[in-house]
């Protein structure tokens, strides 16, 4: 059985909050473990980010939505533990 993710597990976004609905495969049909923001069309977005510049990035994004510093912080403490980055 496939696992069901409530996050995207490259940058953390709550699946259900994406806009998109999720990523695209190659194929064409919605990704369950990544947001329309990072994957696409079966490719990463942004293949070369590190873990830290997942972090600013995320970081960044939520200052522009309101969120506070501290709360931005906290959430991106959560990051490396995705899949997409667990094996580096
Ligand atoms: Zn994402």
């Given at each position: 059985?496939?696992?069901?993710?409530?996050?995207?597990?490259s940058?953390?976004?709550p699946?259900?909050?994406?806009?998109?609905?999720?990523?695209t495969n190659?194929?064409?049909?919605?990704?369950?473990?990544?947001?329309?923001?990072?994957?696409?069309?079966?490719?990463?977005?942004?293949?070369?980010?590190?873990?830290?510049?997942?972090?600013?990035?995320v970081?960044?994004?939520m200052?522009e939505?309101?969120?506070?510093?501290?709360?931005?912080?906290?959430f991106?403490?959560?990051?490396p533990?995705?899949?997409?980055?667990?094996?580096?």
């Amino acid at each position: 059985m496939e696992r069901v993710y409530k996050f995207c597990q490259s940058c953390g976004m709550p699946l259900s909050k994406d806009e998109a609905g999720g990523g695209t495969n190659a194929d064409g049909s919605k990704s369950i473990k990544y947001c329309s923001h990072c994957f696409e069309k079966g490719q990463f977005t942004l293949p070369e980010i590190t873990v830290q510049g997942m972090k600013d990035r995320v970081k960044e994004k939520m200052a522009e939505l309101g969120y506070s510093p501290i709360v931005a912080w906290f959430f991106t403490l959560n990051i490396p533990k995705l899949e997409r980055w667990k094996k580096m």
